[in-house]
């Protein structure tokens, strides 16, 4: 029986879980004038600078090259370096964006309104089921298909140390040859290898894709002065309409001893059949996350870790599957890995596009797939930053109607 038969099988036998083999797929391709997927990512016809203040329309600052450095005169008596980090994907930073005292004042603002666990999307998926990556289609889980499985599953990054023991605790491998066996997958239910998971996180927090507590800020409700400054110095920045600057999205983000966020993309695909997130809707799970453009603010140094990540920046071809394989997501064993590292420092600002711009429509076009990014673990000390997310909605009509 061949591994693709044995599959179909398998799905029917298996309540819930369905197995998967990697293909290669052929490249995408579209009309000239548009973002478009591409085998090495998204290729565009052209970057578009489009907009003014005060209309609606997206906004993309020129890089030039990496390296190059341009005076912001956006405040009186204050000007800022805009460097440019790199050009794929494109990422800038400006060293003291955020005074000291505005620094401080939004930790403050955290802490008075209190910290919670931070959360993925994957920690509000429904675990009764899940997929299990056969990769060689042998009809075996191997240690690392396992793992592989459990991190897209359950957002969970274990190691071979870690599998072995889930296996001896549940029973899962009755013949102790490290593979898993359709025989032996029946055994377990998803519910039951969902809960024994959280248990080991409670023990061990650190082996999850994010290890941090966060609070949400609301700038459109905002009459905070401090944060009012800071979103005009934004404005004038990105020179993105002021609407956008207020619907958007502040999280602060406090990252303990250990604390990590594996690597991950800020927004979504394009996708006609589910539209991007309302304030409503955003709980749900029925619609998609999309973030224009993120504006990472440092708001304290760190002794010793927590840089900023980007594992496939200046890549020539990107094959995601290849990346998930890899280990190299796991930014808490492979930060040492990253092509390039942005150091924390205290009032920085890293700034990235999510998305490139559909020179059709002069708005949201293709996510930039190179934006792959995370936070490396704090080895000594604690970080905080603010992520200022810029949110828009499929289209202009449906962005001036609100979120």
């Known amino acids: 029986m061949t591994g693709r038969a044995w599959l179909s ?43 003014e203040p005060g209309q609606l329309e997206l906004t993309r600052l020129d890089g030039v090259e990496e390296g190059y450095v341009t005076s912001l005169d956006i405040e009186p008596g204050r000007s800022l370096q805009l460097k440019t980090l790199s050009m794929k994907p ?23 309104i209190g910290l919670q666990t931070s959360k993925t999307h994957s920690d509000r998926a429904n675990k009764n089921s899940f997929t299990l990556f056969d990769q060689d289609g042998n009809r075996r889980l191997s240690l690392d298909e396992m793992k592989l499985t459990i991190e897209n599953s359950f957002d969970v990054y274990l ?23 359709p025989d032996e997958i029946q055994k377990t239910s998803p519910a039951d290898m969902g809960e024994y998971l959280q248990k080991k996180m409670i023990q061990y927090p650190e082996k999850k894709s ?40 502040v999280q602060v983000v406090k990252y303990g001893l250990k604390g990590h966020y594996n690597a991950h993309l800020d927004s979504t695909p394009l996708n006609t059949k589910v539209p991007c997130c309302t304030e409503t ?38 094959d995601e599957e290849v990346l998930r394989s890899s280990g190299n997501i796991n930014l808490f064993r492979s ?4 092509n390039f590292k942005v150091p924390p420092k205290k009032g920085k600002a890293v700034i990235w596009y999510n998305h490139f711009i559909n020179p059709k429509t002069d708005w949201l076009g293709e996510v930039d797939r190179f934006t792959w990014h995370g936070g490396c673990p704090v080895v000594k000390g604690e970080k905080w930053i603010a992520n200022f997310w810029i949110r828009v909605m499929d289209t202009k009509e449906e962005t001036e109607k609100g979120f």
Not at 30 to 41: E, F, L, N
Request: hydrophobic share 35%.
């Open 335 to 338: 930060c040492h890995k990253a």
């Open 159 to 181: 190691d071979h140390e870690d599998i072995r023991k889930m296996y001896t605790d549940l029973d899962m491998d009755q013949d102790h040859d490290n593979e898993i066996t």
């Open 210 to 249: 994010r290890f941090s507590e966060q609070v949400w800020l609301r700038p459109d409700f905002s009459t905070d002065e401090v944060f009012q400054h800071v979103q005009l110095r934004v404005q004038k920045l990105t020179k993105l309409p002021e609407t956008l600057i207020k619907r958007s999205h």
């Open 90 to 112: 494109l990422v800038f930073e400006i060293v003291d964006f955020l005074t000291t005292s505005e620094s401080d004042h939004f930790i403050a603002l955290a802490n008075n």
């Open 281 to 318: 809707t955003r709980w749900k799970g029925n619609c998609r996350i999309c973030r224009y453009m993120t504006i990472l603010f440092y708001l304290s140094d760190v002794e010793e870790g927590g840089e900023t990540a980007f594992p496939v920046a200046g890549n020539i071809t990107l």
């Open 9 to 51: 099988i398998l799905v029917l036998m298996v309540d819930s879980l369905s197995f998967c083999i990697n293909e290669p797929t052929a490249e995408n391709k579209a009309p000239r004038g548009t973002c478009s997927k591409a085998v090495d990512g998204v290729h565009c016809d052209e970057n578009v600078v489009v907009g």
